[in-house]
């Protein structure tokens, strides 16, 4: 079994900063990236940020493109999402997302958090 568990979020003024992180754990052979995606209320999932674990390559959205930045240790198989500047439409549940080779299997497989509320409040 495989697990992502996300904590950090809460409730900031806008302008506030929070770090979210993800830790990956169990049967797990290689981790590929990890990434962050939030949803809010009436609105459809998006992708905040991705990292590539071996090359350390980034991806951003435009909406948090120099406000946010993902970083990973891979010792700690632990991905962290530093959130600055923070926005009321920043206000969502934000998800780990993991592709994951997993010991049982030969190719990754996504696996998803619970989610963590992040609230910016005006």
């Known amino acids: 079994q495989v697990q992502l568990v996300e904590t950090g979020g809460g409730l900031v003024q806008a302008g506030g900063s929070l770090r979210l992180s993800c830790v990956a754990s169990g049967s797990i052979y290689s981790v590929v990236n990890m990434g962050w995606y939030r949803q809010a209320p009436g609105k459809q999932r998006e992708l905040v940020a991705r990292v590539t674990i071996s090359s350390g390559d980034t991806q951003y959205a435009d909406a948090v493109q120099g406000r946010f930045t993902i970083s990973r240790d891979n010792a700690k198989k632990t991905a962290y999402l530093q959130m600055n500047s923070l926005k009321p439409d920043d206000s969502a549940v934000y998800y780990c997302?993991?592709?994951?080779?997993?010991?049982?299997?030969?190719?990754?497989?996504?696996?998803w958090g619970q989610g963590t509320q992040v609230t910016v409040s005006s």
């Open positions: 997302k993991s592709a994951i080779i997993p010991t049982s299997g030969w190719h990754p497989a996504d696996y």
